[in-house]
T-cell receptor, first 109, second 117 residues
């Protein structure tokens, strides 16, 4: 079993839809949980990170972590065409991160 | 957030030649930088961890003699792909973390697309 599993998609939604992106993991030692957005041919940019189980909200984005289920989610409300990108989850300890494969999202106007 | 600059953003080279990629932290000192490789539709694959003033730590399966890493200062790490071959064509990305002791917020460079012909 891979340490981090993420459905690569692609995922296509209409503008204004709520998007749900998910990752599962197997290493219970992971402490930090991050979401990155990567536009084509660009480096990833950090969207959000959480340290413990629970929810964290930032504008239209909400990150959820369920350590008991080893499951994390990123929700995007009122999705916009500019949200079209690949979203990567990443998690780890205080030093090294392990990345998911990324989910390619397209928001259709 | 912190800014990491990577150069060049793309490069085409002939098979057998060497290519150097630079990664700079612009507004902070990075004692540790990371080099990743990314194939299309694949995850970021950590190649090596670069520590300022010491030898890089390479991940299993990464040839250290082929991918030379130098971290000579707190703001600059370089990756040199030596004797490049077409199979080395890929997207290379560096990242750095601020030495705050807090969460591992990795700040990424823009990436370098290497094409070996």
């Amino acid at each position: 079993q891979k340490e981090v599993e993420q459905d690569p998609g692609p995922l296509s939604v209409p503008e204004g839809a709520i998007v749900s992106l998910n990752c599962t993991y197997s290493n219970s030692a992971f402490q930090y949980f991050m979401w990155y957005r990567q536009y084509s041919r660009k480096g990833p940019e950090l969207l959000m990170y959480t340290y413990s189980s629970g929810n964290k909200e930032d504008g239209r984005f909400t990150a959820q972590v369920d350590k008991s289920s080893k499951y994390i989610s990123l929700f995007i409300r009122d999705s916009q065409p500019s949200d079209s990108a690949t979203y990567l989850c990443a998690m780890g300890g205080s030093y090294q991160l392990t990345f998911g494969k990324g989910t390619k999202l397209s928001v259709i106007p | 957030g912190a800014v990491v600059s990577q150069h060049p953003s793309w490069v085409i080279c002939k098979s057998g030649t060497s290519v150097k990629i630079e990664c700079r932290s612009l507004d902070f000192q990075a004692t540790t930088m990371f080099w990743y490789r990314q194939f299309p539709k694949q995850s970021l694959m950590l190649m090596a961890t670069s520590n300022e003033g010491s030898k890089a730590t390479y991940e299993q399966g990464v040839e250290k003699d082929k991918f030379l890493i130098n971290h000579a200062s707190l703001t600059l790490s370089t990756l040199t792909v030596t004797s490049a071959h077409p199979e080395d064509s890929s997207f290379y990305i560096c990242s750095a973390r601020e030495p705050t002791g807090g969460p591992p917020e990795a700040f990424f460079g823009q990436g370098t697309r290497l094409t070996v012909v």
